[in-house]
């Protein structure tokens, strides 16, 4: 029988090496989204058939599984198969991807999916976010061109142990500022600050956007295969253009190499505006994501929701 456990920050280590292979480009199943929202979505784990399974809550209190990460999925499956039934609980997978709804389809027979456009990646070509050309593209060289006219003493710098105390005391401000009912916002800056404190045990990188001797903005980010994960991006929205200026000097040190083919800059989690800001950047594909029911006997209130 299959024995989940909590998701803490020792556990990084443990799960590691089954994130390191995300064919999908689902920016979930990586490490640096998995840990920030954690504890948010109450995050267990177990490694069953030399898989890694994620189970954690989805639509208030119920419980959805990730389809498993490894060679041995069939043998998983199994156990994962015989745990819920011994739980007499329906068996709903979450952060499913294109490439496993034929799997899935084939082995469940009342196979149905939802999909969760509200959690679509945004995906970008590396070469089209650095080089910023074309009409497509020109708000936003319009806003880098008023941040640098308005500001002649800016800089950016990789996060290093030596400077990564100007960014938390920049941040740190920034949490003053999040409604305190905001769970999620909360939630999320707790885990930012987290990895300043695990900065080597993260193993993310970064950069942060000067103006004079104060920090302004930064992005953490991440690398998996040939695709850079963009999991933090904070501002201060007094200087205009500033997160423009904050994705261009970012592309320019961390997406100018041969290596990186694609930005992934996460989802827009159905905020219309911040949906409409990240369609400004002309993302070259949104990357699906599906939850997917495998049997029709599943609460009621799961059942309001539309099926596609």
Avoid at 51 to 57: A, D, E, V
Wanted: negative net charge.
């Amino acid at each position: 029988m299959l024995s989940f456990k909590k998701l803490n920050l020792e556990d990084i280590t443990t799960v590691r090496p089954y994130l390191q292979e995300n064919p999908q480009l689902l920016c979930d199943l990586t490490l640096g989204a998995t840990f920030i929202w954690r504890d948010f979505f109450e995050y267990e784990y177990t490694i069953a058939a030399s898989c890694l399974i994620f189970r954690m809550k989805i639509f208030g209190t119920h419980k959805a599984y990730t389809v498993p990460l490894g060679k041995n999925r069939s043998e998983a499956l199994d156990l994962l198969d015989a745990y819920c039934q011994e739980r007499d609980e329906p068996l709903v997978f979450c952060i499913v991807g294109d490439l496993d709804l034929p799997y899935l389809s084939a082995r469940y027979p009342e196979f149905h999916a939802v999909t969760e456009r509200d959690y679509f990646d945004y995906l970008h070509e590396a070469k089209d976010l650095l080089e910023l050309k074309g009409r497509g593209h020109k708000a936003t060289r319009n806003n880098i061109s008023q941040f640098m006219r308005s500001v002649s003493d800016w800089r950016f710098e990789a996060i290093t142990r030596i400077n990564i105390e100007d960014v938390r005391r920049f941040f740190e401000k920034q949490i003053d500022e999040i409604p305190k009912d905001n769970v999620a916002l909360l939630e999320e800056a707790d885990k930012i600050i987290e990895i300043f404190d695990h900065w080597e045990l993260y193993g993310m990188f970064g950069g942060a956007l000067y103006v004079g001797d104060d920090v302004v903005g930064f992005s953490l980010a991440e690398k998996v295969g040939n695709t850079l994960y963009n999991h933090v991006e904070k501002a201060d929205t007094n200087y205009r253009g500033v997160y423009q200026m904050l994705v261009s000097e970012f592309m320019k040190m961390f997406g100018n190499d041969p290596d990186v083919a694609f930005i992934n800059r996460e989802d827009d989690n159905g905020d219309p505006g911040l949906r409409q800001s990240k369609m400004t950047y002309r993302p070259c594909a949104l990357i699906s994501k599906y939850t997917v029911y495998t049997t029709s006997e599943h609460p009621e209130e799961w059942r309001m929701r539309p099926y596609e």
